[in-house]
């Protein structure tokens, strides 16, 4: 069974540039969240989507957003990218919302660098 | 809110020495605790838990004990080989259920073994 798939794993883009990041679960998992690792802050949960609905969401203004298709896929996107967004984003998916942690499982992350 | 405290390192060690990470959390209610460890390049893996007060989460050596009157749930392992260098983050999740609200996460210990 494939794990969870992240896609670009490296990233690099310009401050004021948006950034679309995408996040492939489990397959048979519904459940996607997504967190931001920096060295500042640690890591930081931005929102959980299940069945195409966000259900939760962090602390985080509204340049960040996400979605989720049918096929469970999601993407997260970042508008007006600032340095501070420099990070690693993972994502986790599990099979249903709300699942606990034992049952979700994390994909490598994408290294997003703003210059 | 909730909040989680680790010692942040980076935490130099000899091969086969003892190993202690320190956590402590504030949270209401009755949190579950987790660690999770990070190898270089991957994505998070859940390394043990704990769900009630006392309870022992352990595996690969490691173990860590939930003491609710402290507040703390320690990371310790009596031999530390290389292998186990990586990332280590303490977590909790709400009472309110699995991931409902996603997990709080201190901000990672860097271990370092060396032969």
């Known amino acids: 069974k494939a794990g969870v798939t992240q896609t670009p794993r490296y990233l690099i883009k310009t401050r004021g540039q948006q950034v679309t990041l995408s996040c492939s679960p489990i397959?048979?998992?519904?459940?996607v969240s997504w967190y931001q690792q920096t060295p500042g802050q640690g890591l930081q949960f931005l929102f959980e989507?299940?069945?195409?609905?966000?259900?939760n969401k962090g602390n985080f203004p509204g340049r960040f957003s996400g979605r989720q298709f049918s096929n469970s896929r999601s993407e997260m996107n970042v508008s007006t990218l600032e340095l501070g967004d420099s990070a690693l984003y993972l994502c986790?998916?599990?099979?249903?919302?709300?699942?606990?942690?034992?049952?979700?499982?994390f994909g490598p992350g994408t290294r997003l660098t703003v210059t | 809110g909730d909040s989680v405290t680790q010692m942040e390192g980076p935490v130099t060690l000899s091969e086969e020495a003892f190993l202690t990470i320190n956590c402590t959390y504030t949270?209401?209610?009755?949190?579950?605790l987790f660690w999770y460890v990070q190898y270089p390049g991957e994505g998070l893996q859940l390394l043990l838990k704990?769900?009630?007060?006392?309870d022992k989460g352990s595996n690969k050596g490691f173990e860590a004990t939930y003491r609710k009157e402290t507040t703390s749930f320690h990371l310790e392992k009596g031999s530390v080989q290389v292998s186990d260098s990586a990332v280590y983050f303490c977590?909790?999740?709400?009472?309110?259920?699995?991931?409902?609200?996603?997990?709080?996460f201190g901000k990672g210990t860097h271990l370092i073994i060396q032969p």
């Open positions: 986790a998916s599990s099979a249903w919302a709300g699942a606990n942690p034992d049952e979700q499982y």
């Open positions: 397959s048979g998992h519904r459940s």
């Open positions: 989507y299940f069945s195409e609905t966000q259900r």
């Open positions: 949270a209401t209610g009755y949190p579950s």
């Open positions: 704990a769900t009630k007060a006392d």
């Open positions: 977590a909790l999740s709400p009472d309110s259920g699995g991931g409902a609200d996603g997990l709080t």
